[in-house]
């Protein structure tokens, strides 16, 4: 059985269904951690309800010293010895040195068709842009921001008159079917690519 810690920013909306995928019986992962960069991330709550132990380092008391960060953000996912390690809306860049410590145990979820739009606010550059389509991609975590090998993609339809925030709720629902399956996947060994 695979040990899975989860780091979140926010929400967790994608954590939840990870958890409840874990949670469900018949599956190679179990969830050991979700840890927060931000202690007031709603995410946490939601996991110490599904009964899954929490941490939370708060970034900003390291005043952009990264380094100290991820080390003091190490202690308690080391102590919960995870063999996976998934970026779930974790929405702080890590160093090669802490990417490095998880190299082919990490995933994460990124709110675009990679290779486009890397970074933020890939909604709204998927709709400037004018792409027929957005989406979701769930790959490796390599030392190059969201660049690793792809896992899994979902793709949604632009509609005429989408907003960012439109656009990104249709995703969002998506993704909570990608991710899970990717996970499970991912923790049975599995690499090769799947679109939904
Ligand atoms: C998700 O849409 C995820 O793809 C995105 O943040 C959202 C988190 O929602 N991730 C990133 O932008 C990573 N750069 P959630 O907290 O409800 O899962």
Redesign the pocket.
Known sequence: MKRVAIL????????VRLVQDMQSGDHPARPVLVASNDPAAA?LAKAAALGVPTAAVDHRAYRGDRAAFEAALLEPLLDARPDILC?????RILTPGFINRFDSRMI????SLLPKYPG?H?HARAITAGDAEAG?TVHEVTTEL?SGPILGQIRVPIKAGDTPDRL?AR??ER?HRLYPLILRRFAAGIRDRVDL
């Open positions: 979140i920013s926010g929400g967790g909306s994608n954590m995410g970026l779930a809306g974790f929405m994460n979820i990124h709110p933020l890939t979701a969201d990104a995703v969002l993704e």
